[in-house]
């Protein structure tokens, strides 16, 4: 009963922790530190002691793009067999071990990152360094959680088989990058998954996770000088250097083609890419204005009014940049009843090239301005967030004050810079589209289109 009761009580605080975490007002400073561990490891550190809490976000480099050959979804299934036990305890031990502390603990993959996180409390500190230096040393890898872990992405596979979206993205893939490695399935096909083995999984680990390519956000209820030895405790043992192949910028194919999947369903998924900016690129957040107004994440853009609010085309539509390192993109999404898809796709062709030719109001650009400011304390309003936040700082290559800088930068855009950019950036023309249903009105598009090929 006492198990059951401290249990129940830490992973409360922890699921609260978003509740007593300090969040800054927009505009307030930030005051990240850069730590230098003994081992010299670098950290970016944000103290806060509204919760005795302390998180940890990494990343490694090494996400899907690095699968072997014949050995796609590697990655991904590493991201469940990772909590399916290491050293001495197995799935159901080591499953006890992180619910007595309360330590929530996980992992993902991406193209071109493997990432960790994890939240304890300060106090279970300790065993949660344990518990996570083992997952990424020693690993178990047992044959039933294998097993188990392969025919749960199978499952999943299944699902996205039937999925317009899902066939929409692989499609897409496809259409964009050939035989470049962001073409290849992140999670893997049946046959590419039974090819994977233990030796496989470990080589995994001893080839991705090392210092080199580490990054590490902390935030929490830890002072700076028990951080830096706290860190090299969780990560003791992993490799000094990364094996990885190298890869070519991706040149994205296909510019203006449309491609139309049939699928039984009353509904036609549209999916449209075009070349984004890198993150690094000096007109970025200009264009992040751009496409805030165009489709970002309200239902005030531009594509909502037209295709929702006017002519109820769908129920939201949205665009949205995916900066992957070696092919950003912009991307638009939405469903909509067959027989408006052709229509639909039209306008948003036009929406898309709408600003570059015309360009907008003062009074629309400060109302992105005002609404992109506001919104980007919620991406901090808890310890764990604020850790993974600072883990994303780095790896877009920005500095520590770039928080302090950012709304000053944004405020600056003006009229004249939303439409150059626009017009050297955002083009109808280019977009790659991909329709998954039964579409009315894309047909001859299609075959216009293959004829011009």
């Known amino acids: 009963m006492y198990r059951f009761l401290k249990t129940v009580g830490t992973a409360m605080l922890l699921a609260a922790g978003g509740l007593f975490a300090t969040v800054l007002p927009a505009g307030a400073s930030m005051n ?3 730590i230098t561990t003994p081992s010299g ?22 996400g899907s793009i690095y699968d ?11 991201e469940g067999l990772l909590t399916e036990g290491a050293g001495d305890l197995d799935n159901q031990a080591f499953a006890a071990a992180t619910n007595d502390i309360g330590m929530r603990l996980s992992f993902a993959s991406g193209r071109d ?14 065993q949660a360094a344990e518990l996570l230096n083992s997952t990424l040393t020693q690993p ?4 039933d959680a294998i097993e188990r872990n392969v025919s749960q992405v199978k499952t999943r596979l ?7 979206q899902w066939i929409a993205i692989r499609l897409m893939r496809a259409m964009l990058y050939d035989n470049h490695p962001y073409g290849r399935r992140q999670r893997g096909t049946d046959d590419s998954l039974d ?11 001893r080839a991705r996770f090392a210092k080199d390519t580490l990054v590490i956000g902390a935030s929490g209820d830890i002072t700076e000088a028990e951080l830096g030895p706290y860190i090299d405790r969780l990560f003791a043992g992993i490799a000094e250097t990364a094996s990885l192949d190298t890869f070519e910028i991706a040149t994205l194919n296909n510019p203006g083609k449309l491609e139309v999947s049939d699928w039984p369903t009353p509904q036609t998924f549209i999916m449209a890419s075009q070349e984004g900016l890198p993150r690094d690129h000096p007109d970025y957040l200009i264009a992040y204005v751009i496409n805030h107004i165009l489709g970002g994440s309200t239902l005030t853009t531009r594509l909502n009014k037209e295709l929702r609010e006017k002519r109820g085309w769908t129920y939201g539509a949205s665009s949205f940049f995916s900066l992957g390192d070696l092919a950003p993109l912009v991307q638009i999404a939405f469903s909509t009843q067959n027989e408006h898809a052709g229509d639909a796709l039209a306008l948003t062709k036009e929406i898309w090239g709408d600003i570059a030719a015309n360009g907008l109001s003062e009074a629309e650009l400060q109302a992105a301005k005002d609404y992109i400011i506001g919104n980007y304390a919620l991406q901090r309003t808890s310890i764990r967030q604020t850790a993974r936040y600072l883990q994303g700082l780095q790896i877009s290559g920005l500095d520590r004050d770039y928080p302090n800088v950012r709304s000053e930068l944004i405020n600056a855009i003006t009229v004249e810079d939303i439409q150059r950019v626009a017009k ?8 790659r589209v991909v329709a998954v249903g039964q579409p009315v009105g894309l047909n001859a598009d299609l075959e216009a289109a293959q004829a011009a090929e």
């Open 68 to 78: 072997p050959q014949g050995k796609e979804g590697l990655a991904f299934l590493l």
């Open 113 to 126: 990152y493997f990432t960790g996180r994890f939240t304890t409390l300060t106090q279970f500190q300790d």
């Open 424 to 431: 050297d950036w955002f083009d109808p023309d280019r977009l």
């Open 41 to 62: 490891l670098k950290v970016w550190f944000l103290p806060d002691d509204s919760a005795p809490l302390v998180s940890v976000s990494f990343a490694f480099k090494g």
């Open 195 to 205: 090819a994977i083995t233990k030796d496989d999984l470990q080589a995994f680990v």
């Open 158 to 164: 299944q699902i996205d088989a039937k999925d317009p």
């Open 32 to 34: 990240i530190q850069e």
């Open 140 to 143: 178990r890898f047992d044959a």
